[in-house]
């Protein structure tokens, strides 16, 4: 734990504190404190960057959330080729993320995407359109790729959620004369709502600290639309090679986490009271 845990943390805090540019071997490396901490709550663009991040976490967690709820609920029902429904369920989780990214990439190409193909075809659009390419379509795309992806492992949670209520209960309802609707919301909700909130926790701080989805698609493009914590990090990280501003943010997305992570715990620790 302290090789693999602590000292990567305690490094990242300590490069965090220092002036370390390594275009600029000349300059050494140099402690300046908070300084970089400083440089960064005083700008706007990061303050952008902190904003773009939490829209886009919430656009794809609220994605994933209600669609895995709705599969979930069609899954629950005496189905045909149920089975198969759930191998099918199961591609995006068991694919690669990078693979999915450029798949999806590919999808969206401004020349010979098949989603323009598609479009084309049904006379929704005249012409290409690059989706990639927009501010506002890059950043709906990348988060419906990051949707994809996170679907299976909701819905399968959802799925377990649902086949756990006692039988009992909509059968009460329906002698109460209660509709489809109402006892979705007033059965069905109450007792899943645990694990819509632990599921969406867990996914919101995966999503958070998503890359492998962003930076193949977009590169944080067009314009930084796309770009998120992580993706601005890792440019500064290894694109300008200012090593203590990008383990600011580092450090910044570790106390997010955390944070995150503490809210679960006692989340998961308050419905385990109940």
């Not at 694919?95 to 323009?116: E, H, S």
């Not at 949670?157 to 489809?180: N, R, T, Y």
């Not at 709502?193 to 944080?220: D, E, Q, R, Y």
Request: glycine share 8%; hydrophobic share 55%; aromatic share 12%.
């Amino acid at each position: 734990m302290l090789i693999m845990v602590a000292y990567p943390i305690g490094r990242i805090l300590y490069i965090s504190l220092t002036s370390n540019i390594m275009t600029r071997p000349d300059l050494g490396v140099q402690f300046i404190g908070l300084e970089n901490y400083a440089n960064l709550f005083t700008s706007m663009a990061f303050w952008e960057t902190v904003g773009r991040t939490g829209a886009w976490t919430a656009l794809s967690v609220g994605g994933k959330t209600a669609i895995a709820l709705g599969i979930a609920l069609l899954l629950a029902r005496d189905i045909a080729f149920k089975r198969f429904y759930l191998i099918l369920l199961m591609i995006p989780w068991v694919t690669p993320m990078v693979v999915a990214a450029v798949t999806w990439r590919w999808i969206f190409d401004g020349q010979f995407g098949m989603l323009n193909y598609i479009l084309m075809q049904v006379n929704i659009l005249q012409e290409p359109y690059v989706f990639l390419g927009h501010k506002m379509s890059a950043f709906i795309a990348t988060a419906i790729t990051d949707m994809w992806l996170g679907i299976p492992f909701l819905a399968m949670m959802f799925l377990a959620g649902l086949q756990s209520i006692p039988v009992e209960l909509h059968e009460s309802a329906s002698m109460d004369g209660a509709s489809k609707l109402q006892k979705f919301i007033h059965v069905t909700l109450p007792m899943m709502k645990p694990i819509i909130l632990v599921a969406t926790t867990m996914s919101g701080i995966w999503t958070f600290n998503s890359f492998g989805v962003i930076w193949p698609m977009t590169h944080g493009g067009p314009v930084d639309a796309t770009q998120t914590l992580i993706v601005q990090a890792y440019k500064l990280s290894f694109g300008s090679f200012d090593l203590g501003m990008g383990a600011a943010i580092a450090v910044v997305i570790f106390i997010i986490l955390t944070i995150c992570t503490v809210l679960y715990k006692r989340l998961l620790m308050r419905q385990e009271e109940l």
